[in-house]
């Protein structure tokens, strides 16, 4: 079964600190993997989005690596922001499917202290 | 402010009531979706639609019954649900590439949170 394994489940850092969230997945072969960032009662935004030939991707201060050999991802923020407190979830898209038939991490809750 | 509109954002219904969710999105994605998100779990998939057509159901209770009345517009019509389809329904939408949605990001709403007493 593909699965998509993320850690740590939960983090508190201070604001203005730099933090990784790391992604390990089962899922091959795979088009592209995704990270989103759900607020609380809203719905998810997404962050980064790699191909499988793709190591990094960047969006601000959200960067995204992706090894492809080892089948793990990670999310780098630095200079947190208090609105970076969030869920982030990491998201593959398996090949062969015609349409976006994710698989879903259980995501990383990410608290950011003043 | 997201994309995707959908409304109402919060609704509260009996057992016995029909109610209706509705999702708008003016980006001209022809690939919009239903997801079911329970507190602190990552969203479940139930329907995808695409050129208005359903192609993907995932084996969802027949008391969930979406439509798609134009490229615009997905609307998901609710009847007889049980407490434990409580939940945040999420609509999303993406483009469709001449290999799918392989690397198109879906696009998603706020969702209505929903409660069946």
């Keep these: 079964k593909n699965q998509v394994e993320q850690s740590p489940q939960s983090l508190i850092i201070l604001e203005g600190k730099n933090c990784t969230l790391q992604c390990n997945y089962t899922v091959s072969p795979f088009s592209n993997l995704r990270w989103y960032k759900q607020d609380t009662g809203r ?33 780098h923020i630095t200079a947190s922001q208090l609105s970076d407190s969030a869920s ?4 593959v898209n398996p090949i062969g499917t015609g349409y976006s038939t994710l698989t879903f991490g259980k995501g990383t809750m990410l608290l950011v202290s003043p | 402010d997201t994309e995707v509109t959908q409304t109402p954002k919060h609704l509260v219904m009996g057992m016995t009531n029909k109610k209706s969710l509705k999702c708008e999105q003016h980006m001209g994605h022809r690939a919009m979706y239903w997801y079911k998100q329970k507190a602190k779990k990552p969203p479940e998939l139930m329907f995808v639609y695409s050129y208005e057509k359903l192609s993907i159901n995932e084996s969802v209770p027949s008391r969930f019954s979406p439509e798609c009345p134009n490229s615009s517009l997905l609307n ?18 993406s483009q469709v590439t001449a290999r799918g949605s392989y690397n198109s ?13």
Aim: aromatic fraction near 8%; glycine fraction near 6%; hydrophobic fraction near 35%.
């Design chain 2, 76 to 93: 998901l019509h609710l009847h007889a649900l049980q407490p434990e389809d409580s939940a945040l329904y999420l609509c999303a939408s």
């Design chain 2, 105 to 117: 990001p879906l696009h998603f709403g706020n969702g209505t949170r929903l409660t069946v007493t």
């Design chain 1, 43 to 75: 719905g998810p935004v997404s962050l980064t989005i790699m191909t499988f030939s793709e190591n990094t991707k960047s969006n601000g201060r959200y960067t995204a690596t992706l090894d492809a050999d080892t089948k793990q991802s990670s999310l």
């Design chain 1, 88 to 91: 982030y979830i990491c998201v």
